[in-house]
T-cell receptor
Framework: GENVEQHPSTLSVQEGDSAVIKCTYS??????FPWYKQELGKRPQLIID?????GEKKDQRIAVTLNKTAKHFSLHITETQPEDSAVYFC??????????????FGTGTQLKVEL | DAGVIQSPRHEVTEMGQEVTLRCKPI?????LFWYRQTMMRGLELLIY????????DSGMPEDRFSAKMPNASFSTLKIQPSEPRDSAVYFC??????????????FGPGTRLTVL
């Protein structure tokens, strides 16, 4: 199956600073890269995704960048706020070429935004 | 739409008992996924269905686990007999099909299972 590695496992930043989380994957044919956010005691929810035909996508304070050559993609959060504190998961398709929406999730990054 | 619905939200049972978790996907979604989340192993895909048919059950830990989807609006995950190591949060998620390929998975609130 697909392998995905996520780093760091924990990240602490000061309010207003930027946070970057990185994921690497093994299948060069992967073409869809979502990020999910899970607040404490809640369900994971999609916050942004990118498809392989673009290198970057932004949505207000969050952005995702993709480097297909190096097989890694990153989540960038700017001007962090306390409500950004959560666990963030990257995911990659479980099988290239349309494997039925199956995703393999990374191990998660616990982000803490300190006042 | 009410979103993905799971029941029960919390379940406490004793080792050896049968446990049944239930899920109602979002209407119109034809993919349904069962995940297990623990601190040690993270978010693991157990099994997923497409149009009520199991497509990949390679994540099901062992024969004690079984899942069914008798119709488009209902799925169950059963553990029999349950063991303490099955204690986890179990999420159900659903997603639609589109010509573009992958789509957002919408997660339910989860069932927190504790096996004593």
């Amino acid at each position: 199956g697909e392998n995905v590695e996520q780093h760091p496992s924990t990240l602490s930043v000061q309010e207003g600073d930027s946070a970057v989380i990185k994921c690497t994957y093994s299948d060069s044919a992967s073409n869809y890269f979502p990020w999910y956010k899970q607040e404490l005691g809640k369900r994971p929810q999609l916050i942004i995704d990118i498809r392989s035909n673009v290198g970057e996508k932004k949505d207000q304070r969050i952005a995702v960048t993709l480097n297909k050559t190096a097989k890694h993609f990153s989540l960038h959060i700017t001007e962090t706020q306390p409500e950004d504190s959560a666990v963030y998961f990257c995911a990659v398709p479980g099988r290239a070429g349309g494997g039925g929406n199956k995703l393999t999730f990374g191990t998660g990054t616990q982000l803490k935004v300190e006042l | 739409d009410a979103g993905v619905i799971q029941s029960p939200r919390h379940e406490v049972t004793e080792m050896g008992q049968e446990v049944t978790l239930r899920c109602k996907p979002i209407s119109g979604h034809d993919y349904l996924f069962w995940y297990r989340q623990t601190m040690m192993r993270g978010l693991e895909l157990l099994i997923y269905f497409n149009n009520n048919v199991p497509i990949d059950d390679s994540g099901m830990p062992e024969d004690r686990f079984s899942a069914k989807m008798p119709n488009a609006s209902f799925s169950t995950l059963k553990i029999q007999p349950s063991e303490p190591r099955d204690s986890a949060v179990y999420f159900c998620a659903s997603s639609p099909t589109s010509s573009g390929g992958y789509n957002e998975q919408f997660f339910g609130p989860g069932t927190r299972l504790t096996v004593l």
